[in-house]
C-alpha cells in the first residue's frame, strides 16, 4: 500500500528510485512518480497513472538527478490519475513530497489555512505541502521549522510516511513518519530512504530506523534525527541479512506458484533453524519465561495471519493447556474484549506493518503487557515494537496472496506451543513431536505440489463459471476452508465463502443451486462422517462437490487425497491445493494472479 523511496548524493538517483519502486511493487499501487533534481537548478516530475512500466516509458535521456523521491499510489483519497499521483507539488513549485498514509483531519487544515489555494488534485497529500510552502513563504520559516510546524498540526489519529523535497536545499530529504513505515538506508557517499529494506537492499544492507513523530533530515552525508520539540536523538544503524535476489521471481510465471512451491522448503528451514541438531525446539527462555507468567494467550492478526491464528489457538490449547483466543486486530483495537488478569499477546503478520495489527500493539505497549511477533519481516514495526520477534524465515512474499507465510505462521505457532508446554510441563506437549511432523509435512506439501495437472483441471471444470462457490469443514477445517475461501475470491474474483459445515443448514443453504461448486475439507477423525453428510446435502440440491481429504479418511471418488500427518497440522497440507485451485482459477480467467484488484500486500492503513 503506497511505497516510498528517496536518495540523495549519487547520479544513479534516478536509476535507484525505480528499482526502489520495482521491489515496493508487490505492495499494490495505480500510479507511479518520481521527481529528481541535479542540484544545478535542473529538476524533473513524472507521474503516469497504472504500472511503473507507464512511469519508465515516460522517462527520456535527459531526466538526471543527484537527488530524488519516488513514490507507487494505492488510492485512498481521488481515483487513479497523474493529478493524484505523488510526489505532489506546491503551487509555486518549491516543494515536493511524497506520502503514505491517511491524514485524517486534512479537509480541516484545508479550510483553515488553505481557502485562497487552488488544488490541482483530490488528495490529503497536496494540503501538507501547500501547508509547509505557506508557513515557509507567508511566516517566513526556514523549510524545517515549517515541516514541525505542519506535522504538528497533523491530527494523532492520521498516518503518515513523508520524504519532503525543497528546491533551494536540493541535496536534503525532510523525512517524517507516524504509524507507516519508512526507514533510512545508508550507502556509501550517498543515503537513501524507503518503504522497506527490500526496496533499498541492492544498494545497501545498513539501515537506520525511524521513529514515529521523529523529524530526520537526511543528506549525503549524514542523517539528523531530532524530536518535534526539536531535541537531537542517536541511533545506531542495523544490519540485515537479505539475499537481494530472493525475491526474483525466476522461471516462474507468477510469485504465487513460485511461493505455493516454496513452502516444502520453508518447512525444512524452519525445522533447521527452531532445531538445528537438537530434538528440542530451540527458543528464546526469557519469551517462554514471560508466556509462563501469563493466563490467558490472544493471537491477533488480519486477514490470512488472522487464519493462521485460528489455526494456532488450537495448537497451544492442546499443546499447552492454556486459555487462547484469536482475535481480528481492526476489530480488537476498537473493541476490545474484556481480558483475562495477565494477558499475553501474540501478534502474527507476515509484512510486520499492517495498520491495524499496529494499532493494538500500541494499546499494548501502553499497558505494559508482554508481546511477541512472529513475522517474516525482521526489524518491521510489529518486529521492533513487540517485547519479543520470532521469525517465519520464509523468503520475500511477493505476491498479494500469502501462501507460505500462513503455513509458516502454522509451523512456528506449534513450534512454539510445544516448546511453552514442554517448558511450562504439559504431557501433551512432551508427546508431540513436532519436529518429525513437520518433516512428514515438507514430504506431502511437495506430494501436493507435484501434482498440479489435477488440480488445474478442477479449477478449469468447476471454478471458471460459477460466481459462487463454498468451502466447507469442522474444527480446525473450518479455519482452513476460511483462509481457501479467501484465496479463492481474492485473486479469482469468485465470491467464495468459507462455512462452518454444520452452519450451512441454518441458512446459507439456500444460495446453493445447480453447479455451485462446494469444496469439502476432511481430516478430522472426529468430524469426517458428519461433513459428508453436509455434503451430501448440497449435492442433493445440485451443488458439484469437490473433497480434499486426509488419506487415511479418503473414499474412491474423492477429488484430492492428501498424505497423513498428525491431525492438528493437517491445515499445514489441506490448505495447498486450495491454494492451487485458487491459483488456476484465476490464471485460467487470464487476471493477474499477483496483483489481484483493489488491494495491496502490506496494508498500511487503517
Ligand atoms: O502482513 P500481514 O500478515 O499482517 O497481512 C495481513 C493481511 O493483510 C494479509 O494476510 C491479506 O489478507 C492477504 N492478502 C491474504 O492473502
Not at 443453504?509 to 472426529?526: C, F, K, M, W, Y
Request: glycine content about 8%.
Amino acid at each position: 500500500m503506497c511505497g516510498i523511496v528517496g536518495v540523495t548524493g549519487t547520479d544513479r538517483s534516478l536509476s535507484i528510485l525505480i528499482e526502489g519502486l520495482k521491489r515496493l511493487e508487490y505492495r499494490g499501487y495505480d500510479s507511479a512518480g518520481v521527481y529528481v533534481n541535479d542540484l544545478h537548478g535542473h529538476d524533473y516530475l513524472i507521474k503516469r497513472p497504472g504500472r511503473i512500466a507507464n512511469l519508465e516509458a515516460a522517462l527520456t535521456d535527459d531526466i538526471n538527478g543527484l537527488a530524488g523521491i519516488g513514490h507507487t499510489r494505492w488510492a485512498t483519497h481521488g481515483g487513479p490519475s497523474e493529478a493524484n499521483a505523488h510526489p505532489h507539488y506546491s503551487s509555486d513549485n518549491r516543494f515536493y513530497l511524497v506520502h503514505n498514509g491517511v491524514i485524517e483531519n486534512y479537509a480541516q487544515l484545508k479550510k483553515e489555512y488553505l481557502g485562497e489555494v487552488t488544488f490541482r488534485s483530490q488528495t490529503d497529500t497536496e494540503v501538507i505541502v501547500q501547508l509547509v510552502d505557506k508557513f515557509v513563504v507567508e511566516n517566513n520559516m526556514t523549510t524545517e521549522a515549517a515541516f514541525l510546524k505542519v506535522l504538528r498540526l497533523i491530527s494523532n489519529d492520521s498516518s503518515y510516511a513523508f520524504v519532503l523535497m525543497d528546491r533551494e536545499q536540493p541535496d536534503t530529504l525532510f523525512v517524517a513518519k507516524n504509524k507507516s513505515p519508512l526507514l533510512v538506508g545508508l550507502g556509501d557517499g550517498y543515503n537513501m530512504v524507503g518503504s522497506d529494506a527490500m526496496s533499498m537492499i541492492k544498494e545497501t544492507k545498513k539501515f537506520m530506523e525511524i521513529g514515529d513523530h521523529e523529524l530526520v533530515i537526511v543528506k549525503p552525508d549524514h542523517v539528523d534525527i531530532k524530536d518535534f520539540t526539536g531535541n537531537d536523538k542517536t541511533r545506531n544503524p542495523f544490519e540485515v541479512d537479505i539475499d537481494a535476489n530472493s525475491a526474483d521471481k525466476g522461471a516462474y510465471p507468477y510469485y504465487m506458484l513460485k511461493e505455493i512451491d516454496e513452502q516444502p522448503a520453508v518447512m525444512r528451514k524452519l525445522v533447521q533453524q527452531y532445531f538445528g541438531d537438537s530434538d528440542q525446539p530451540q527458543i528464546n527462555e526469557e519469551l517462554l519465561k514471560s508466556m509462563a507468567e501469563s493466563d490467558h494467550i490472544y493471537i491477533i492478526g488480519a486477514g490470512t495471519s488472522y487464519h493462521a491464528g485460528l489455526v494456532g489457538s488450537r495448537i497451544f490449547e492442546r499443546l499447552c493447556g492454556v486459555p487462547t483466543s484469536v482475535h481480528i486486530s481492526s476489530e480488537f483495537a476498537y473493541e476490545q474484549p474484556l481480558l483475562s488478569k495477565k494477558p499475553f499477546f501474540i501478534f502474527l503478520s507476515q509484512s510486520g506493518e499492517t495498520a491495524d495489527s499496529r494499532q493494538v500493539l500500541v494499546t499494548i505497549n501502553e499497558n505494559k503487557w508482554p508481546s511477541l511477533t512472529i513475522t517474516n519481516v525482521d526489524k518491521s514495526t510489529l518486529s521492533r515494537e513487540a517485547t519479543f520477534t520470532e521469525l517465519l524465515y520464509a523468503g520475500p512474499e511477493i505476491a498479494v496472496a500469502s501462501t507460505k507465510a500462513y503455513t509458516a505462521q502454522i509451523a512456528v505457532e506449534a513450534i512454539l506451543a510445544k516448546a511453552f508446554g514442554e517448558f511450562i510441563g504439559n504431557p501433551e506437549a512432551k508427546k508431540f513431536d513436532v519436529k518429525h511432523q513437520l518433516g512428514l509435512v515438507a514430504n506431502g506439501m511437495q506430494a501436493i505440489t507435484d501434482s498440479k495437472k489435477t488440480l488445474e483441471e478442477v479449477a478449469a471444470r468447476f471454478l471458471s463459471k460459477p460466481r459462487n462457490a463454498f468451502y466447507i469443514g469442522r474444527g480446525i477445517d473450518w479455519t482452513v476452508s476460511l483462509e481457501a475461501a479467501l484465496k479463492l475470491k481474492e485473486i479469482s474474483y469468485v465470491q467464495a465463502e468459507g462455512f462452518a459445515s454444520g452452519e450451512l443448514k441454518h441458512g446459507t443453504i439456500a444460495l446453493i443451486e445447480n453447479n455451485t461448486p462446494v469444496i469439502g475439507i476432511i481430516t478430522q477423525d472426529r468430524t469426517a462422517g458428519l461433513t459428508r453428510s453436509n455434503l451430501d446435502e448440497t449435492e442433493a440440491r445440485g451443488a458439484n462437490i469437490i473433497t480434499i481429504v486426509s488419506r487415511h479418511l479418503a473414499q474412491e471418488d474423492d477429488t484430492i487425497v492428501l498424505p497423513d500427518v498428525d491431525q492438528m497440522l493437517s491445515p499445514l497440507l489441506s490448505v495447498v491445493p486450495a491454494q492451487l485451485l485458487a491459483y488456476y482459477t484465476s490464471l485460467g480467467k487470464g487476471l493477474d494472479v499477483d496483483k489481484p484488484r483493489n488491494l495491496a500486500k502490506s496494508v498500511t492503513v487503517q
